[in-house]
């Protein structure tokens, strides 16, 4: 087994995530099997229970555990579903390390972090690896170099370091090159980030600087002098305008040589299929518009899956997706409000707060007939929406945001005895069968389906003969017909919504139908409109 660990430097948000996927997709190209692992050094057990303000996105894999946005980002470039056990957090290994104390495991030894939870860390990175019978591990290490609670991973990778052959480990380092006033490219938090991993006996064999613009020879030579790697090791990771573009930047830096000759693996030629992809994206002349209605849109991370499934829907039908973040509160503050756009999706999410909004943008979207997309609360609210303005229900709500008469959404039954938030909405894969003659079959082309769920509340069985009665097609069902999958209206040009969240599956290879359908709905309604 080769481990590539990929940790950061000066500052957090510089693209681990990317560069690590970039990675991936590189090596995957190459024909080698890799495995990412996430290590997340918070005390959660995973990132379910976490605010989308504070830590963007939270992405569900397929066996239903809630983790950091990143391992979304490794499941698109790299093309392999993965599961809980590849994202390791402080709350987990202390967990098991505490379990097994209680259990006796230890032998009467005093636990302690080094060598109690060290060995747990390890133990995982190398169970998972070897299981996944992969050439590559690919590790990345959440956070900063500095941070306290990252210091138990990276003594961690120390001993690794220590106890794998040369050519079976590489430590890839992304840090900050920043621009002083002049505009010169300054390497001193570099070699201040690379001395803090020599301290704790870590020296990089790759520096990736993330920069403005592509680093100059001269500060790569700079940063190769006082960091003790070759020039050829020093990696320019400059902005891209899009992030599948990585990976070609890091090729054409000929990182993929250096990992070769530094892992000694054998060189392959590489699959052209992420080339075309980027090609085909940059390429796109027609353009539409398409506004997101959420409540967490001053957070850029917070749609990041949804934000790509559309990207991945215009390349297959050939347009550029421009996303409009529209602040759902603002709706309900400016009720007379008009939105210029080619479609109108409306994201999951959970809470009273901006709910109301989001009424305000399905039911102008159905009534102005405007290509409409609604993600898991968005179908709920879909729900709402119809049974206030065509059922006549004025109070109809669901009843996790009020006490209503008519609540036709209700908690799943399920759900009912539960009191911990923590893994315990409906989670995961879960197959759903759709309807022939819908449009919901023509977009998927089959009868049987598997998406991934998060959520508590389903649609109100009593009031599905009402809602079909006055024009609701429910045209997929999941749990032998009891429970609402799809909801679509066959009247409109493209009013779709989904209680899955059909984002988290979608690859710029493999666009998810929903979203496929969508963006086509929306470019076929600017044509009509422009005509």
């Not at 133990?123 to 019978?133: C, Q, T």
């Not at 070609?248 to 530094?262: F, R």
């Not at 009891?482 to 679509?488: S, W």
Request: aromatic residues 8%; hydrophobic residues 35%; charged residues 30%.
């Amino acid at each position: 087994m080769k481990y590539i660990f990929v940790t950061g430097g000066v500052m957090s948000g510089l693209g681990k995530g990317i560069t690590a996927a970039s990675i991936g997709r590189i090596l995957t190209d190459m024909g080698y099997k890799v495995v990412p692992i996430k290590v997340d050094p918070y005390l959660n057990i995973d990132a379910g229970t976490m605010n989308p303000f504070q830590h963007g996105e939270v992405f569900v894999l397929k066996d239903g555990t809630e983790v950091d946005l990143d391992l979304g980002h490794y499941e698109r470039f790299i093309g392999e579903e993965v599961t809980g056990e590849h994202n390791v957090t402080t709350g987990k290994i202390y967990m098991s390390v505490l379990e097994k104390e209680r259990r006796g495991d230890y032998l009467g030894s005093t636990v302690q972090i080094i060598p109690h939870v060290t060995d747990e860390i390890k133990m995982w990175i190398r169970n998972v690896a070897e299981k996944s019978g992969a050439d590559i591990c690919l590790v990345e290490i959440g956070g900063t170099v500095g941070d306290i609670e990252g210091m138990s991973f990276l003594e961690a990778v120390r001993q690794m370091k220590n106890e794998e052959k040369p050519e079976d480990f590489a430590l890839v380092h992304v840090t900050l090159i920043p621009l002083d006033l002049g505009g010169e490219q300054k390497t001193k938090p570099t070699q201040h980030s690379v001395k803090e991993l020599r301290s704790i006996g870590l020296q990089p064999d790759i520096i990736v600087g993330r920069c403005k613009e592509r680093l100059l020879e001269s500060t790569k030579k700079k940063i190769a002098l006082f960091c003790d790697v070759p020039v050829e090791a020093v990696i320019s990771a400059h902005d891209a305008e899009e992030i599948y573009e990585v990976p070609l930047m890091l090729k054409e830096e000929k990182m993929d040589e250096y990992l070769i000759k530094k892992l000694k693996l054998e060189k392959r030629e590489s699959k052209k299929t992420w080339e075309e992809i980027v090609k085909k994206l940059k390429s796109l002349e027609k353009e539409v518009t398409i506004a997101l209605v959420g409540k967490y849109v001053h957070v850029k991370d917070a749609y990041i899956s949804i934000r790509e499934a559309l990207k991945h829907g215009g390349i297959l039908a050939g347009c550029k997706v421009n996303m409009v973040l529209v602040d759902s509160e603002d709706l309900e503050r400016y009720q007379d409000f008009e939105l210029d756009v080619d479609g109108i999706l409306v994201p999951g999410g959970f809470g009273h707060r901006g709910s109301e909004g989001k009424i305000l943008a399905i039911q102008y979207a159905r009534e102005n007939d405007i290509p409409f997309l609604g993600i898991c609360f968005g179908f709920q609210l879909s729900v709402v929406e119809f049974a206030r303005n065509v059922l006549g229900y004025e109070d109809a709500h669901s009843s996790e945001l009020a006490d209503t008469k008519h609540p036709v959404i209700d908690l799943l039954p399920e759900q009912k005895e539960i009191d911990k938030l923590g893994g315990t909405m409906r989670l995961g894969d879960i197959e759903v069968t759709v309807k022939k003659g819908t449009k919901a079959f023509e977009l998927y082309g089959r009868e049987k389906i598997v998406e991934r769920h998060r959520h508590r509340y389903e649609v109100n069985p009593d009031y599905i003969p009402e809602l079909e009665k006055k024009g609701v097609v429910f045209s997929g069902t999941s749990d032998s017909g009891r429970r609402m999958e799809i909801l679509e209206l066959p009247d409109k040009r493209f009013f779709f919504a989904t209680q899955f969240h059909p984002e988290f599956k979608s690859r710029p290879y493999s666009p998810s139908p929903p979203f496929a359908g969508f963006v086509e709905a929306c470019l076929r309604y600017s044509e009509e409109v422009n005509q």
